[in-house]
């Protein structure tokens, strides 16, 4: 079932690419979060969004804002990724229970095994304040979520 703005969104604990847990609600009452699935590292569509993301993070992550991105790949590959883009953001891994929060978040494409282009914004109080889902070869335009950030301020 897929998660819907006004939504409470359903939490989670991922480790990032540093083996660490991140938690959704660790966030709750002091920022807004951009949660960003992606299908997979190292793919084409996938390392340009990021990209996009490193290099607008002033707009993604702050005093105010958090961004946290997840794909089904492991902990491992994160790292990789991570060191050779230069994210300095989190990179959540899905890997186990395969794309479990993908499911909850109804973002998770079971013939392929990886989640499609999902962005959520949650804002302070948990819930899900803006959402959009593209097909796995459809890049999003991240001036919508600079927008839909801006309209939490």
């Known amino acids: ?43 084409g569509v996938c390392t340009g969004e990021l990209c996009a993301v490193r290099d607008d993070l002033a707009s993604f992550q702050s005093e105010t804002e958090q961004v946290l991105t997840i794909s ?17 953001f989190p990179l959540l891994s899905d890997f186990w229970p395969h794309g479990e929060v993908a499911q909850r978040y109804g973002v998770f494409n079971d013939e392929r095994g990886i989640a499609v282009r999902g962005t959520f914004i949650v804002d302070k109080d948990g819930k899900v304040a803006w959402k959009v889902v593209n097909n796995i070869p459809d890049a ?14």
Do not use: C, W
């Open 1 to 43: 079932m897929a998660v819907e703005v006004g939504d409470i969104a359903p939490d989670f604990t991922l480790k990032d690419q540093n083996g660490q847990d991140v938690t959704l609600s660790s966030f709750r009452g002091s920022k807004n979060v951009v949660i960003v699935f992606y299908p997979l590292a190292f793919t």
């Open 140 to 153: 999003r335009d991240q001036g919508e979520y600079k927008q839909a950030l801006a309209s939490l301020a």
């Open 72 to 88: 089904v790949d492991s902990v491992f590959s994160h790292k990789v990724f991570a060191e050779q883009q230069g994210y300095e």
